[in-house]
């Protein structure tokens, strides 16, 4: 089992900046890719940034004002999330994902609220 704890979500200003980060522990795969996801209300839930080794994906949305990074020695990841938009008001889910079993875990969510 894996638990997954957000934190750094808020209320700010359109233009500003907010830094999310999720702590994973448990029992921890060698390799893994751990991101984020989003959720806003009536709407799916949607890919904003993963990384894992080999790779890192963002959306198109948010690419050029999202930064995703891993510091695997504390098996954390961030999210640094600059000129925010209304629009990316949402929940944000941390996810923890191995391949080998393939399995998948969530945070709980931490609200982002982008004003304008």
């Known amino acids: 089992q894996v638990q997954l704890v957000e934190s750094g979500g808020g209320l700010v200003q359109a233009g500003g900046s907010l830094r999310l980060s999720c702590v994973a522990s448990?029992?921890?795969?060698?390799?893994?890719?751990m991101g984020w996801y989003r959720q806003a209300p009536g709407k799916q839930r949607e890919l904003v940034a993963t990384?894992?080794?080999?790779?890192?994906n963002y959306a198109d949305s948010v690419k050029g004002r999202f930064t995703i990074s891993r510091d695997k020695s504390k098996n954390t990841v961030y999210l640094q999330m600059n000129s925010l938009k209304p629009e990316d008001t949402a929940v944000y889910y941390c996810?923890?994902?191995?391949?080998?079993?393939?399995?998948?875990?969530w945070g709980q969510g931490t609200q982002v609220t982008v004003s304008s």
């Open positions: 996810h923890y994902t191995t391949l080998v079993p393939p399995k998948m875990y």
């Open positions: 990384a894992s080794p080999d790779y890192t």
């Open positions: 448990g029992t921890i795969s060698s390799t893994y890719a």
